[in-house]
């Protein structure tokens, strides 16, 4: 178990910059999940924590010691990769004892360790096959238990579930967070699933293009994105984003959506707001926040009258799509209000749950003093 | 393969039996005549079968010639030439398809360019440099010759092969606490097995069968190997073909049982199943 340090850690195929100087504290023991969309840099980061990608500049620390230039097999890590990468010549006995085997553990110890490791899998009764005789989620079992069969410094994960079913997905993400609930061993998970990312990080760490955009626990990065794309990729359905105007008047500040809809700013947070007025901005408002039912919302509530586009019935709730100077916004209704396309609707949120963009940094903009968890910020 | 006809089934069966006698027949020709008493191969009209088989044309070639000699420089360099090209071509090959470095492309395509050169364009300079070099008249020649001559297939061939070897394999090795060179030995051989065995079979081939440079390259008689031993007894004034049959038939012995015993790693390979899919 180690903690985990990133330095300015910079990555450069060729002449072309794939990882911009990133800096991350990962501590020992924590579950942090690298969460971004396809060709953000996770892969890359990863394999750079692993060796198999030399660093370009920075550092990498193992509980304060560099480890940047040492070899894969002298950094003791645990790599679960997207491929599996089962040795297909090998029965999963041996896929699991390989790296005991490379460490020359005894026959005794190796076999009480893959049991072990098998048992806590539920693949004991694999133990004998060979990878090509197992189906794709006990494949991916097996590709587990090679890495749980030894005691690395950090486990490393990339994209494991993503060649799984929907339910199969599901199952196992309970599985991996039991087994670190259990090993409390440090995980460094990739995945450009959000989903996957809320449920298991205890660290979420939102990469885009590169760059770190932000550090945070899951409710942190939901409840106080510092940008419109955290706040656009953590969360499903995805947050609405509304060009807005801001606007002032005797009453204070107020947001223009156009069609006549305006929505009203709360005092506390003029000062913070106050610097836009008279600007394009963007408004931002999660489906789960804007809604259409009777419950009373406690303090300061907008609302906004649309026109039903599309009714797409959940179960409990229903997905409400409207349209807005041409553009698809998504709401959350209330099943049992049996709402028809083509009719109007009251919307309603709290003024607690709106944000407001700046669209030209992209910049979330925060009131100083909110009452919500502090927040680390990525440099 | 449902839904063929009985004629078609006829046609097929016919096509396959004169294919295979056009191939077999004369081997068939070969074995049955070195069991013939000499008397018997020339009788006139020919018989397939000797009416009194006999091993006497075996014994003669054991008593009367070099053959266990002949027979013995065979295996030895043909063995010792699929040794040194497979310790040159597995490395080559690896490092061709693992590491990149500045031609790398142009080296893997000019290697296949040397493979287009006859042996009989090369032969009279090899000789030369094995002359200067005091090896002329050795096997250490043939073994070079040989070696050389399969270097460049082999090399293409294993590169396929090891291209063929998903790279996450040996980074999962590498990961799991093995060294590049461990990760080689036990990950990325193992997995290349057909196509190392499919090498060292050709390599084996072509040098059992190779003529031209044992001709030019050795002189002595009891470093010779059997193509140019079993073609030098056609000197003899009176050509004893009930022996050189026999001969034939036992050159190509070893490489029958050689080839049947291979063949299923050739088919078989490792199969799918590491990498997803
Ligand atoms: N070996 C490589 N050579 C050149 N570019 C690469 C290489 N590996 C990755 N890249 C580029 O680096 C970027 C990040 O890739 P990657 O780390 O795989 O992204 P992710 O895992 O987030 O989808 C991509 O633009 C990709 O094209
Ligand atoms: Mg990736």
Redesign the pocket.
């Given at each position: 178990m180690a903690e985990v340090k990133l330095v300015a850690l910079e990555k450069k195929?060729g002449d072309?910059s794939?990882i911009h100087r990133i800096n991350l504290d990962i501590a020992d023991g924590e579950f942090a999940v690298l969460v971004?969309p396809?060709?953000?840099?996770?892969?890359?980061?990863l394999r750079m924590v692993a060796g198999l990608e030399e660093v370009t500049g920075g550092s990498i620390l193992f509980d304060g010691k560099a480890v940047e230039r040492l070899e894969p097999k002298d950094r003791d890590i645990a790599m679960v990769f997207q491929s599996y990468a089962l040795y297909p010549h090998m029965s999963v006995r041996d896929n699991m004892a390989f790296s005991l085997r490379m460490k020359g553990v005894s026959s005794a110890e190796k076999k009480r360790l893959v049991g072990i490791a098998a048992e806590m899998l539920g693949i004991t009764d694999l133990l004998d096959r060979k990878p090509r005789q197992l189906s794709g989620g006990q494949r991916q079992r097996v590709a587990m238990g090679r890495a749980l069969v030894r005691e690395p410094k950090v486990f490393l994960f990339d994209e494991p579930l993503s060649n799984l079913d929907a339910a199969l997905r599901a199952q196992m993400r309970i599985e991996i967070k039991r087994i670190h609930q259990r090993l409390r061993t440090t995980i460094i998970y990739?995945t450009?699933d959000q989903v996957e990312a809320m449920t298991l990080a205890d660290k979420i760490v939102v990469?885009n293009g590169g760059h770190i955009e932000q550090v945070g626990d899951p409710l942190t990065l939901y409840r106080r994105p510092v940008s419109r794309f955290v706040a656009g990729f953590i969360g499903s359905p995805k947050m609405n984003f509304f060009p807005a105007r801001l606007l002032a008047d005797e009453s204070g500040l107020h947001a223009d959506l156009g069609e006549g809809i305006r929505i009203e700013m709360p005092q506390e947070r003029d000062a913070a707001y106050r610097p836009y007025a008279g600007r394009s901005v963007e408004i931002g408002i999660r489906p789960e926040h804007l809604l259409d039912d009777a419950r009373p919302i406690d303090s300061g509530a907008v609302a906004m009258d649309v026109t039903v586009d599309v009714v797409e019935p959940l179960g409990s709730t229903s997905l409400l799509t409207f349209v807005l100077g041409g553009t698809s916004y998504t709401a959350i209704g209330d099943v049992a209000l049996m709402r028809r396309p083509g009719g109007r609707v009251r919307l309603r949120a709290a003024a607690k749950d709106i944000y407001l963009i700046d669209p030209e940094s992209g910049r979330v903009v925060h009131p100083a003093d909110d009452a919500s968890t502090p927040v680390r910020l990525a440099i | 393969m449902t839904g063929r006809s009985g004629l078609q089934w006829l046609l097929l069966g016919l096509a396959v039996a004169l294919l295979l006698a056009f191939a077999a027949f004369p081997l068939l020709w070969m074995g049955l005549t070195a069991l013939k008493p000499s008397t018997e191969i020339f009788t006139w009209p020919p018989r397939l079968l000797p009416e009194a088989p006999t091993l006497s044309n075996i014994e003669r070639l054991f008593a009367q010639t070099h053959f266990v000699t002949y027979f013995k420089n065979s295996v030895i360099v043909s063995s010792a030439a699929v040794i040194l090209t497979l310790l040159l071509a597995v490395p080559g090959a690896y490092g061709l398809t693992r590491y990149r470095f500045f031609g790398r492309e142009t080296i893997a395509a000019t290697v296949l360019f040397t493979y287009m050169f006859a042996p009989i364009m090369i032969i009279i300079p090899f000789y030369i440099v094995m002359r200067t070099f005091g090896l002329a008249n050795t096997h250490i020649a043939l073994v070079l010759a040989y070696c050389a001559f399969s270097l460049p297939f082999a090399l293409w061939m294993l590169r396929t092969f090891f291209q063929s070897i998903p790279i996450d394999l040996e980074e999962a090795a590498m990961t799991d606490g093995a060294s590049r060179f461990r990760a080689v030995i036990h990950v990325v051989i193992p997995m290349a097995l057909p196509g190392i065995i499919a090498t060292a079979i050709l390599t084996f081939i072509l040098a059992w069968n190779d003529y031209i440079f044992a001709r030019i390259l050795i002189s002595s008689d009891n470093l010779k190997t059997l193509p140019v031993g079993i073609a030098d007894l056609y000197n003899a004034s009176v050509i004893d073909w009930g022996m050189i049959m026999a001969s034939g038939l036992l050159v190509i012995i070893p490489v029958i049982i050689v080839f049947s015993y291979v063949q299923k790693f050739l088919v078989a390979g490792w199969g799918s199943g590491g990498v997803k899919g």
């Amino acid at each position: 178990m180690a903690e985990v340090k990133l330095v300015a850690l910079e990555k450069k195929f060729g002449d072309i910059s794939v990882i911009h100087r990133i800096n991350l504290d990962i501590a020992d023991g924590e579950f942090a999940v690298l969460v971004g969309p396809s060709g953000c840099g996770k892969t890359t980061t990863l394999r750079m924590v692993a060796g198999l990608e030399e660093v370009t500049g920075g550092s990498i620390l193992f509980d304060g010691k560099a480890v940047e230039r040492l070899e894969p097999k002298d950094r003791d890590i645990a790599m679960v990769f997207q491929s599996y990468a089962l040795y297909p010549h090998m029965s999963v006995r041996d896929n699991m004892a390989f790296s005991l085997r490379m460490k020359g553990v005894s026959s005794a110890e190796k076999k009480r360790l893959v049991g072990i490791a098998a048992e806590m899998l539920g693949i004991t009764d694999l133990l004998d096959r060979k990878p090509r005789q197992l189906s794709g989620g006990q494949r991916q079992r097996v590709a587990m238990g090679r890495a749980l069969v030894r005691e690395p410094k950090v486990f490393l994960f990339d994209e494991p579930l993503s060649n799984l079913d929907a339910a199969l997905r599901a199952q196992m993400r309970i599985e991996i967070k039991r087994i670190h609930q259990r090993l409390r061993t440090t995980i460094i998970y990739v995945t450009h699933d959000q989903v996957e990312a809320m449920t298991l990080a205890d660290k979420i760490v939102v990469m885009n293009g590169g760059h770190i955009e932000q550090v945070g626990d899951p409710l942190t990065l939901y409840r106080r994105p510092v940008s419109r794309f955290v706040a656009g990729f953590i969360g499903s359905p995805k947050m609405n984003f509304f060009p807005a105007r801001l606007l002032a008047d005797e009453s204070g500040l107020h947001a223009d959506l156009g069609e006549g809809i305006r929505i009203e700013m709360p005092q506390e947070r003029d000062a913070a707001y106050r610097p836009y007025a008279g600007r394009s901005v963007e408004i931002g408002i999660r489906p789960e926040h804007l809604l259409d039912d009777a419950r009373p919302i406690d303090s300061g509530a907008v609302a906004m009258d649309v026109t039903v586009d599309v009714v797409e019935p959940l179960g409990s709730t229903s997905l409400l799509t409207f349209v807005l100077g041409g553009t698809s916004y998504t709401a959350i209704g209330d099943v049992a209000l049996m709402r028809r396309p083509g009719g109007r609707v009251r919307l309603r949120a709290a003024a607690k749950d709106i944000y407001l963009i700046d669209p030209e940094s992209g910049r979330v903009v925060h009131p100083a003093d909110d009452a919500s968890t502090p927040v680390r910020l990525a440099i | 393969m449902t839904g063929r006809s009985g004629l078609q089934w006829l046609l097929l069966g016919l096509a396959v039996a004169l294919l295979l006698a056009f191939a077999a027949f004369p081997l068939l020709w070969m074995g049955l005549t070195a069991l013939k008493p000499s008397t018997e191969i020339f009788t006139w009209p020919p018989r397939l079968l000797p009416e009194a088989p006999t091993l006497s044309n075996i014994e003669r070639l054991f008593a009367q010639t070099h053959f266990v000699t002949y027979f013995k420089n065979s295996v030895i360099v043909s063995s010792a030439a699929v040794i040194l090209t497979l310790l040159l071509a597995v490395p080559g090959a690896y490092g061709l398809t693992r590491y990149r470095f500045f031609g790398r492309e142009t080296i893997a395509a000019t290697v296949l360019f040397t493979y287009m050169f006859a042996p009989i364009m090369i032969i009279i300079p090899f000789y030369i440099v094995m002359r200067t070099f005091g090896l002329a008249n050795t096997h250490i020649a043939l073994v070079l010759a040989y070696c050389a001559f399969s270097l460049p297939f082999a090399l293409w061939m294993l590169r396929t092969f090891f291209q063929s070897i998903p790279i996450d394999l040996e980074e999962a090795a590498m990961t799991d606490g093995a060294s590049r060179f461990r990760a080689v030995i036990h990950v990325v051989i193992p997995m290349a097995l057909p196509g190392i065995i499919a090498t060292a079979i050709l390599t084996f081939i072509l040098a059992w069968n190779d003529y031209i440079f044992a001709r030019i390259l050795i002189s002595s008689d009891n470093l010779k190997t059997l193509p140019v031993g079993i073609a030098d007894l056609y000197n003899a004034s009176v050509i004893d073909w009930g022996m050189i049959m026999a001969s034939g038939l036992l050159v190509i012995i070893p490489v029958i049982i050689v080839f049947s015993y291979v063949q299923k790693f050739l088919v078989a390979g490792w199969g799918s199943g590491g990498v997803k899919g």
